[in-house]
T-cell receptor, first 113, second 113 residues
Framework: ETGVTQSPTHLIKTRGQQVTLRCSSQ?????VSWYQQALGQGPQFIFQ???????GRGNFPPRFSGLQFPNYSSELNVNALELDDSALYLC????????????FGEGSRLTVL | AQSVTQLDSQVPVFEEAPVELRCNYS??????LFWYVQYPNQGLQLLLK??????LVESINGFEAEFNKSQTSFHLRKPSVHISDTAEYFC???????????FGGGTRVLVKP
């Protein structure tokens, strides 16, 4: 059984640029959530996708957007990058949108210069 | 809205000594409670969870946590730690009918020989 995989593992961008992070869900999981973990802090919920539709959103501006594809893989897009966007971005998949255990990937570490 | 407070940001402990990591939460509705562990340069792994039933829950590697509704706490304990327990530990809550995990700020455990 393949776990949650994320790419890229590390990347560096400059302010104002755009970034796309990718996530492949664990086999059979139809729900994907994204979290932002700033250095020294706990993860914060960005949004969740269930069957290709956004199904809950945290306190993040609209320049954070996402997609979920028919194979349940997902993308997180961030436009107009700011220095404070530097963080570890974690993807988690689950079997259902409201009761399933979350399985996390190892994250994509974004540095904004 | 829910919130989680982990009172200790760092806990140094000697090998084979006991450890307790404190977690308090606030919520106006029923919640599920979780402890996650994050080893260096890795994603989050579920350590244990409380959904309902017995208020004492155990993990396979010797950790246990007790849900105390009156004190709104979910402290994590291990009677004898190993070097391999060195990691960051996150307490998290989720509404019983919801899709978002709210994490505490984490407690870094450093096990010394």
């Amino acid at each position: 059984e393949t776990g949650v995989t994320q790419s890229p593992t590390h990347l560096i961008k400059t302010r104002g640029q755009q970034v796309t992070l990718r996530c492949s869900s664990q086999s059979g999981h139809n729900t994907v959530s994204w979290y932002q973990q700033a250095l020294g802090q706990g993860p914060q919920f960005i949004f969740q996708y269930y069957r290709e539709e956004e199904n809950g959103r945290g306190n993040f501006p609209p320049r954070f957007s996402g997609l979920q594809f028919p194979n349940y893989s997902s993308e997180l897009n961030v436009n107009a990058l700011e220095l404070d966007d530097s963080a570890l971005y974690l993807c988690a998949s689950s079997l259902s949108s409201d009761t399933g255990e979350l399985f996390f990937g190892e994250g994509s570490r974004l540095t904004v210069l | 809205a829910q919130s989680v407070t982990q009172l200790d940001s760092q806990v140094p402990v000697f090998e084979e000594a006991p450890v307790e990591l404190r977690c308090n939460y606030s919520s106006s509705v029923s919640v599920y409670l979780f402890w996650y562990v994050q080893y260096p340069n890795q994603g989050l792994q579920l350590l244990l969870k409380y959904l309902s039933g017995s208020t004492l829950v155990e993990s396979i590697n010797g950790f246990e946590a007790e849900f105390n509704k009156s004190q709104t706490s979910f402290h994590l304990r291990k009677p004898s730690v190993h070097i391999s327990d060195t990691a960051e530990y996150f307490c998290a809550v989720r509404r019983a009918a919801g899709n978002k995990l709210t994490f505490g700020g984490g407690t870094r455990v450093l096990v010394k020989p």
